[in-house]
């Protein structure tokens, strides 16, 4: 059975930084892909960043470059996203992904076939 289960979602102030996790079960994490998106209310849901299944190669939306950082650690099975000097912007479900095998990662959520539930993250002051 795949799982995909997201922690670290919080309340955080503007300028502030937050680490998502996610812990992948049930398939071969060392040559999967694995993305974050996020919805914000009353929009659709956009990529945030991803990793390649090689771990040599990860990607970035423009919205969050210089900002956001993602790890994929293949002995801890998980995958982790560094989110920093966040945003009001920033608010919204964050979920984790997780797809085949792709050395170039793709930020479109077609390209994969596991989610997590989601975790909240809520930019205020």
């Known amino acids: 059975q795949v799982q995909l289960v997201e922690s670290g979602g919080a309340l955080v102030q503007p300028g502030g930084s937050l680490r998502l996790s996610c812990v992948v079960s049930?398939?071969?994490?060392?040559?999967?892909?694995v993305g974050w998106f996020r919805q914000a209310p009353g929009k659709e849901r956009e990529g945030v960043s991803c990793?390649?299944?090689?771990?040599?190669?990860?990607a970035h939306a423009d919205s969050v470059k210089g900002r956001f950082f993602i790890t994929k650690d293949v002995d801890k099975r998980t995958v982790t996203l560094e989110m920093n000097n966040l945003i009001p912007e920033d608010t919204g479900v964050y979920s984790c992904?997780?797809?085949?095998?792709?050395?170039?990662?793709?930020?479109?959520?077609?390209?994969?076939?596991?989610w997590g539930q989601g975790t909240q993250v809520t930019v205020s002051s």
């Open positions: 992904a997780a797809g085949g095998p792709m050395r170039v990662c793709e930020l479109e959520s077609v390209a994969y076939g596991h």
């Open positions: 049930g398939l071969p994490f060392h040559i999967t892909t």
């Open positions: 990793a390649g299944s090689t771990n040599d190669f990860t």
